[in-house]
């Protein structure tokens, strides 16, 4: 029989599930597909029949583990608590050990490798960004999608920040991706060395807090890096700190809005507050009907919106005609990547930055 080693102390785990079928509920997935093998009971099914040497896994087999968006909404309501999305990432491993990753994913691996982000751009290009503050204990660390595809919310983060007269570090090409595509992909081992690279970066800096304007980022840093001597906080729970110490001055507005949460900034870390009560101070926020621990997923995520482009336009655009629903004027989000496919997916709404919104309502000259 195959050796699943990366799988091996999920064998017991998977016993649990029970296919009850709560974790089809609000599986952006199994709505888009209609098949059970896109819920996660079905995802469990199968990697044990993969474990079990039931099934011999081909590119069909691997299809329906890639198209999971890794939203962890199915471990929320897993009565026995599985670890579904941990269990799909580790199997999704060991078919890249395989050969049997998504092409479109090694691509990506590919460009990482090259120049150190996901995109392929010339990663020196972030140095326009850097910045070396005297005596600053504070480092953004901006990620891929912001300064190459949303460089606004860079300036925007930025913006804040030198509003705050907060002291801070950009460390411009030195600052590798985080290597939360990878994971999410399957290419743990190569991940690993991104990590490695970061903190190396991180503990040179001399720095005490690492912000970051990304949900993916953030969750990569604060949950797989294992650091423990230096704060890791979304922009959002920065915001809502400099706020409530008196230090960042914002002007309220009477525009409706409504807010997105993004699912590795949700879901899988549990900020929910940060974002909404600095979002009531700038504008009247409007809930969808969907939202916080419930909250849909834009469909993007674990490498779906790059490798199965249908499928994560087709869920944003749920996401999309939910927020449509609110009367909201626009749509906030603080992660570049919800933002870019919910903006993909239907034009009925604007979708804004969190950062780039918050910036627009600083008060000049105070």
């Known amino acids: 029989m195959t050796t699943y080693r990366r799988l091996e102390k999920y064998y017991e785990p998977l016993e649990y599930c029970i296919r009850c079928g709560f974790c089809k509920a609000n599986c952006p997935s199994f709505k888009q597909i209609g098949w059970d093998s896109a819920s996660a009971r079905g995802r469990m099914t199968a990697i044990k029949a993969m474990m079990r040497g039931e099934i011999d896994p081909d590119e069909g087999f691997a299809k329906r583990l890639f198209t999971c968006t890794t939203c962890g909404d ?32 090694k691509k990506i691996l590919q460009r990482i490798r090259e120049e150190h982000n996901p995109y392929g751009e010339k990663n020196a290009d972030k140095n326009r960004f850097r910045r070396d503050a005297e005596g600053a204990d504070v480092l953004y660390f901006m990620g891929c999608t912001a300064p190459f595809r949303s460089p606004n919310t860079v300036i925007a983060t930025m913006d804040i920040l030198d509003a705050a007269g907060v002291k801070y570090k950009v460390i411009g090409e030195d600052e590798w991706c985080c290597g939360s595509v990878l994971r999410r992909t399957g290419f743990v081992d190569e991940a690993e060395k991104l990590r490695e690279h970061n903190v190396e970066q991180f503990k040179r800096s001399g720095v005490k807090t690492v912000v970051t304007s990304c949900a993916g980022c953030f969750r990569a840093i604060k949950k797989e890096y294992g650091i423990e001597d230096i704060e890791i906080l979304h922009i959002t729970q920065y915001v809502d700190k400099l706020i409530d110490e008196g230090l960042l001055k914002l002007r309220k507005s009477r525009e409706k809005v409504t807010y997105h949460d993004p699912c590795h900034l949700g879901k899988h870390m549990g900020v929910y507050d940060a ?10 926020l409007v809930e969808m009907e969907h939202c916080r621990e419930n909250s849909m997923c834009c469909g993007a995520g674990g490498g779906v919106k790059s490798a199965y482009g249908e499928t994560a336009t087709g869920v944003g655009a749920t996401r999309m005609d939910e927020a449509k629903i609110t009367g909201a004027k626009l749509v906030v989000t603080p992660c570049p990547f919800c933002k870019t496919n919910l903006s993909d997916s239907s034009k009925c709404l604007p979708v804004v930055d969190f950062a780039e919104y918050v910036a627009s309502k600083l008060k000049k000259g105070e």
């Open 275 to 284: 974002p909404r009560n600095v979002l009531r101070k700038v504008a009247t």
């Open 74 to 105: 199915c471990e929320l309501h897993c009565p026995p608590g599985v670890k579904t999305v941990e269990a799909i990432e580790a199997a999704r491993a060991e078919l890249v050990d395989r050969g049997l990753g998504s092409e479109k994913h």
